[in-house]
């Protein structure tokens, strides 16, 4: 598990350590600078050994204070190096202007236009440092600027993204939101909507091939658009950890020592491992929990039974996968609750799953009175009725209950039925369930960025989990998970978790029937729809190219084995 960060609670961990007198500010941009030189010579080590040519941008900001550091630590390695700012040299901030006239003494500085950066700084360097914004993007760019960052951005055909290193962040990405603020093209602007669908960069395609943070990745680079600009992400520790951890605490917050905000925090697993920090425990397990031993006396039953609600004969495939996935990911009974008509559908097709005949509201009631039934999953392929109709008794039996698909277009048309979920549900919406679900926060989420810190799918789903008063996994490959109390988790399917093959009819109906398997098993509601994303991507990599929807449930024995599970 790791942290990651928003700019604010960066901007809160630089000013607790600078406010401490342990360090200054001038200190951590060295520190930031020469991490990206150490970050470049180690993605190509082939530069480390002669001396190339580098053009490096700077911002009006600390961002641009990180470029000089850098431009004078590669002229150390006797690099050529070619220094263009953007803004005035006397409104740097003190740190960016120290470094500034530190540079001024090794070369000069070239006002950053279009123009000229074409007629001297095009194709001609073996390494383009953008270190225009960083964590500071207030706004979006416009006019001549934000036409040089699409040109950067490789709009008019010049391709710099092969050797462009971006400093903490491809300038005009958002860090907290990861969407990229610079506006389409002028010619695009007529159909914003449709020229910048959410998820598609106004750059041309990658930006940058390296992005080098500090601290801790923000959350900007997992989100949205981040992924697609930051070409490869590394995270260069500047020493600020002691406070990063004494900020944070037990109540999962970041406070800023002046302004005593308080921002909660977010997590990010990128490997099987849960929190060493034991206040972060419970949130995070490690994949090692999912081992089945518990004691001599443990049945089937002390692993839970789960009840996977199964729609019309002809529809019935959906249920039967996500019941697959409940039972391989460790739920000790899974049945189906199936209607009468689709009975020998459903009972030529399973085996270790059980079948429960629930044709109406009554049988569903019935079902509940056995208590074991600790779990419930409503929604794929059970039709929008019979979803409706069910949902009133499931929803108040309070079992830990899994909501997807038509339970969620149910949810969605039915105000009353809003008002009954509870502390033990999970939503589980794709973009377009999300926003049927969540018209005003999805249509908020959709608008064109034009302000940093810009509104996130992380803002979003929290703010949905409020709103609903349960939890919500938003799918993605950038999936978000939060409570109504604000805690959340991000599992990405990006960079060296890259999972493609997810996209495939089925996969959701896996997802939702790993979580309901978990939450069978004891896990809460958050842990396990983390615990579930992960495993979700992790079986699509493991199995890889030719994956559909069934093979999911399959791969969990290897890629459990694999994780340490016993
Ligand atoms: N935090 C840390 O611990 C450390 C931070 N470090 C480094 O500092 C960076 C953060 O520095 P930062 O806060 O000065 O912000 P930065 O990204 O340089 O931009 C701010 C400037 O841009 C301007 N501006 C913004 N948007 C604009 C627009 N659309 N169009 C035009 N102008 C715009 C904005 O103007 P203003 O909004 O004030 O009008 C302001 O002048 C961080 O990313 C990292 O690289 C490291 O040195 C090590 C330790
Ligand atoms: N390209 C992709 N990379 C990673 N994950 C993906 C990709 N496409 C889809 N997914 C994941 O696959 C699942 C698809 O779920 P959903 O949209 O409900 O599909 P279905 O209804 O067909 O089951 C989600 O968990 C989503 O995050
Ligand atoms: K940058």
Redesign the pocket.
């Known amino acids: 598990m790791s942290e990651l960060l928003t700019?604010a609670q960066?901007?809160a961990?630089?000013a607790a350590?600078i406010e401490s007198g342990r360090v200054t500010?001038l200190e951590?941009?060295e520190?930031?600078?020469a991490g990206v030189v150490e970050a470049i010579m180690e993605e190509w080590p082939a530069l480390a050994k002669s001396s190339y040519r580098a053009v490096v941008l700077c911002?009006?900001?600390?961002?641009?204070?990180?470029g000089f550091?850098i431009a004078r630590l590669l002229m150390e390695r006797e690099w050529e190096v070619q220094v263009f700012l953007?803004?005035a040299p006397e409104?740097?901030?003190p740190?960016?202007k120290t470094n500034y006239d530190l540079w001024c003494r090794l070369g000069d500085v070239l006002p950053l236009s279009e123009k000229d950066f074409r007629k001297d700084g095009r194709n001609t360097a073996d390494i383009y440092i953008d270190?225009?914004?960083?964590?500071?993007?207030?706004?979006?760019?416009?006019g001549e600027?934000a036409q040089f960052l699409r040109h950067l951005g490789g709009a008019g055909g010049d391709d710099y993204a092969a050797r462009m290193v971006s400093?903490?962040?491809p300038?005009?990405l958002c860090?907290d939101s990861g969407r990229v603020?610079v506006p389409p093209p002028p010619e695009a602007i007529a159909n914003l909507l449709d020229a910048r669908p959410h998820g598609a960069p106004v750059y041309s395609d990658r930006f940058a091939a390296l992005t080098v943070?500090?601290?801790s990745a923000k959350a900007g680079h997992f989100l949205a658009e981040g992924p697609a600009v930051c070409g490869k992400v590394v995270v260069k520790d500047?020493g600020?950890s002691d406070w990063q951890k004494r900020n944070l605490a037990a109540k999962g917050e970041t406070r800023h020592p002046a302004k005593g905000l308080r921002i909660p925090k977010l997590f990010m697993r990128d490997g099987p491992k849960g929190d060493a920090d034991p206040q972060l425990r419970h949130l995070t397990y490690d994949m090692a929990m999912l081992s089945k031993y518990r004691g001599a006396g443990s049945h089937k039953f002390t692993y839970g039974h789960a009840l996977v609600l199964c729609g019309a004969a002809g529809k019935t495939g959906a249920a039967r996968l996500a019941a697959r996935g409940a039972l391989r990911i460790g739920a000790g009974v899974v049945s189906l609750g199936v209607p009468a008509a689709a009975m020998p559908e459903v009972t030529a097709q399973v085996t270790s799953i059980m079948t429960a005949r629930i044709d109406s509201a009554e049988d569903l009631h019935e079902a509940l009175k056995d208590s074991r039934i600790t779990t419930l999953c409503l929604g794929p392929g059970m039709g929008i009725a019979r979803a409706a109709s069910l949902l009133p008794v499931a929803l108040r039996a309070k079992r830990k209950t899994v909501l997807d698909a038509d339970a969620l277009t149910a949810l969605s048309q039915d105000p009353a039925l809003m008002a009954l979920l509870h502390d033990d549900c999970i939503l589980t919406p794709h973009a377009g369930e999300f926003a049927r679900l969540f018209p005003q926060i999805s249509a908020r989420l959709k608008a064109l960025a034009i302000s940093?810190p810009a509104y996130s799918k992380v803002d979003a789903t929290r703010e949905a989990a409020a709103a609903a008063g349960c939890s919500v996994l938003y799918k993605g490959l950038d999936t978000v998970i939060a409570d109504k109390t604000g805690r959340a988790i991000l599992s990405p399917a990006y960079y060296s978790r890259a999972a493609p093959w997810l996209a495939t009819a089925g996969s959701g109906d896996v997802l939702a029937g790993f979580i309901t398997g978990l939450l069978a098993r004891g896990m809460p509601v958050l842990v396990a729809s983390e615990m579930g994303a992960y495993l979700h991507v992790e079986c699509a990599r493991s199995f890889g190219p030719g994956l559909i929807a069934e093979d999911l449930p399959e791969e969990l024995p290897k890629v459990m084995r694999a994780l340490g599970v016993a």
């Open positions: 700019t960066m901007r961990i630089e350590a500010g951590l941009m520190r930031a600078g911002g009006p900001g600390n961002n641009g204070g990180d550091v953007y803004g409104t740097l901030p740190d960016a270190a225009i914004f960083g964590t500071g993007l207030s706004r979006a760019p416009d600027l400093v903490d962040a300038s005009g860090l603020l943070t500090f601290q500047i600020l940093g």
